[in-house]
């Protein structure tokens, strides 16, 4: 059995079912790191908040999402807040509506380990110090008496991966984690997110729209075109002989370095057969 399987997940939305998320189906292996790719607006966050269990309350939720064995869309809040944290976490898009401004955040991180362990006061300072120090936040004790303004951008990502690997999860879901740090400091996260990732052996679901930072980090890909999985298989294969017209059009449209010098860019749809319905 799989560690994640997710079969015929259709998310709506409102009172009249707008559909977002239409029968994706994708699985996961222990250690295995899965790109899932699409433009903003495909359904890529809304599969990784139903899997975390983060839907607002006017989702619809139809079809199935396995695990550890367990259905994940038929458990109460409580249950499920005993799984988000400890054994599936998350690295959100923008750290600082991940933090709480007015804690200090190696109180947040504290918190975190306290809601699934049992340990004492010093144990649990002595951890989140140690986590912190992994991921590269130098002098870990006084960034964890630091309030989330007092940190930059890159100090405050390292806080959030930090926090999302603090319980040795099975499983983390990174949506964007770089996207709001410079090319140096989202080079250095990368590398850190990397190595945390292999030291614990999490499976990764690795939400992207940058092609480039996928095939550095991801041995597979999904591809989500208009709330549905178009194409799927390594990273390899899909970046280098796409199958579908969308994934064809993002490989093209994320190369415009070999364009000649006033021609026309490519977009998107030009690789669809307008005779076709997409």
């Known amino acids: 059995m799989s560690l994640l399987d997710v079969k015929d997940l259709s998310v709506s939305f409102g009172r009249h079912r707008t559909r977002v998320l239409d029968h994706a189906c994708l699985s996961l292996e222990p250690g295995q790191r899965l790109g899932f790719v699409g433009a903003s607006g495909s359904g890529k966050t ?106 930059s951008g890159g100090q405050r990502q390292r806080v959030v991966i930090a926090m999302a690997l603090m319980n040795n999860p ?4 990174c949506d964007e984690p770089t996207t709001a740090l410079d090319a140096t400091v989202q080079a250095k996260v990368l590398s850190l997110l990397d190595e945390e990732l292999a030291g614990v052996n999490a499976a990764c679901l690795f939400i992207s729209h940058d092609l480039g930072l996928v095939s550095r980090i991801c041995t597979d890909v ?8 178009v194409e799927r298989g390594s990273a390899a294969q899909v970046f280098m002989n796409p199958q579908h017209p969308y994934t064809a059009g993002l490989v093209a449209t994320a190369s415009i370095d070999a364009v000649e010098p006033g021609t026309r860019l490519p977009v998107i749809e030009d690789f669809f057969d307008p005779r076709q319905e997409q």
């Open 46 to 151: 809304v599969l990784a908040s139903a899997i975390m269990g983060l839907l607002p309350e006017n989702a619809h939720v139809e079809g199935s999402i396995v695990f550890q064995g367990q259905e994940l869309t038929a458990l109460t809040d409580r249950v499920f807040s005993a799984i988000r944290g400890r054994n599936l976490s998350m690295v959100f898009q923008e750290p600082m509506t991940a933090l709480d401004p007015t804690m200090k955040v190696g109180r947040q991180a504290a918190e975190l380990i306290g809601l699934h362990r049992e340990t004492s006061t010093m144990a649990t300072r002595q951890r989140v110090e140690q986590i912190f120090d992994r991921v590269g936040l130098d002098h870990a004790s006084r960034i964890a008496d630091a309030y989330p303004h007092e940190l």
């Open 222 to 229: 999904a591809v989500i075109h208009a709330g549905k999985i």
């Open 170 to 173: 099975a499983m983390v879901i």
